[in-house]
């Protein structure tokens, strides 16, 4: 169980993390750890020191809770992209090699794997409303790697794009079934000897 | 829900599946659709026209019936590469081509993917005796490509193989997370694309 702290006392300021925030943090723990279906709100209110009620009076049901989750996920990436097109202003080759890094480290530090992708699979029912920030977000995602691409110069932006992106994902699932020594520990390799293939000789 | 047939009458024989077999499938086209933490024993049972004790009575806990899931969706996969080697004795480019065709209509076919990888995700617990039936899997499927891709002649064989794996797995994942047009739609493409530049020239 995850414990989070309700306030700390810092410079005499209370720094009070407010119920919502910490139903959330909890939530998202929980379910990046035991999945969705894996949790119950009850474990996510004692998780965040709290109770049932609070929960519901915040997000009125266990999906509203979920798509509160996965907006939080999508922010935080969405944050990561504009970071590093920031660092790297209209240098697609940089923004590359970065793309690349953070993969890696994705890949590396988190053997759970995409929550997003892991949440596609447990929301089987089509009309659940986070799957469509779901894939909102993987279309968008896309769309800013083609850009990265054709800013890197490679022949073609929108295969090499999509090759990435299916190594990523596969990565990112392979290693919850095959361990991390499996061919997910390939990624870096694997990417490379794609890349190498699409940049201009 | 799933209507399983209890017996059908053919030329005067009783085809009759048992018990043991008819909860088996219901559980696995129920496990696909909606998930192994989706779905509880009454519902498995019902699909199977049967009831909760005849369930328990053949395997005894809702693990040993994913654990028998997960045991028939591997023989299956057995199946399907012992077919390919068979189909294409020792000629590992008919292999590789036949093996991209079969790749394609799984990711083309089944919008859950694959069941071994949707299976390790849901199974969260790292001692669950399903999680050790898919590695070994996967560790035998890896070594099964490579050989392959040996036989095609390419010039790095273990690195085409993780590459294809991970494209296949990123395809079968990507497909629930970023729809049916998304990457996944690229897989042939992406790997036509990989394996021309692991041919030698």
Known sequence: ???????????????VRRPRERIL????????????????????????KTNKMALYRHFGSKDELVVAYLQSVVGEVDDIWTALERDHPGDGR????????????CIASDERG?????SAI???????????????LKVDHR????TLCRRAGVSQPSVLADT??????????SR???????PSAKFMKTAKAVITNFLPH
């Open 164 to 173: 990435l992106t299916l190594l990523l994902e596969g990565a990112r699932v």
């Open 25 to 48: 943090a909890a939530a998202r723990e929980l379910f990046r750890r035991h999945g969705i279906h894996g949790v119950g709100v009850e474990a996510i209110a004692d998780a965040a």
């Open 143 to 146: 769309k800013r790697l083609v």
């Open 94 to 105: 940089k923004q590359l090699k970065a793309w690349l890094s953070l993969a890696e480290v």
């Open 1 to 15: 169980m995850v414990a989070l702290q309700e306030s700390t006392m810092i410079d005499g300021e209370a720094q």
């Open 114 to 118: 995409c929550e997003l992708a892991t």
């Open 176 to 182: 919850q079934s095959a361990g991390a020594k499996g």
């Open 122 to 136: 447990e929301l089987t029912a089509k009309d659940h409303p986070g799957r469509k920030i779901i894939e909102d």
